[in-house]
């Protein structure tokens, strides 16, 4: 059967005659995640702009988004969902609160403490992007089959619960 060749291919072999006592498999693997990790992140940042927002915003609107009606975490639930410093997410929510894609409220289960609840304008926007993002990736996935791609989700899923646990 042929296959086609492309850049990994043509780098592997010429380390491979440079280097024939190395196993290059990772690296036909891993050169290729990375390769297209480059063309996902390209296509997110574009989907994000078109419905502008920057990829920090994204992180917390989606989460807000995520979450249900009525589209609200506390800063804590947000801070563990988007694994960035309680100083970051501080400053992220209050420039957040400044475009009004979400408002502070406070939590009616303990008055000293509050939430942080995506606006209807926030709301229009997370929607619009994970529309994009949708449409976007799947652009991307054009080439393989359905069964191809449960096939690639359930070897990526096995390869990362390794770097998960």
Known sequence: ???????????????????????????????RVDRLSRHLDRARKEAFRRSELEPWEWDVLSALRRAGEPFQLSPKQLLQQTLVSS??????????????????????ADGRSVLVTLTPDGRTRVDAAITRLVDAEAILLDSLSRSDRE??????RKLSLGFDA
């Open 1 to 31: 059967m042929s296959q086609e060749s492309d850049e990994v291919d043509r780098i592997v072999d010429a380390w491979v005659r440079q280097r024939p006592d190395l196993d290059f498999s990772p690296l036909e693997v891993l050169s």
């Open 87 to 108: 100083g970051t997410m501080t400053n992220r929510i209050d420039r957040l609160v400044g475009r009004r894609l979400v408002r502070r409220e406070a939590d009616p």
């Open 151 to 156: 096939r690639l989700a359930n070897l990526l």
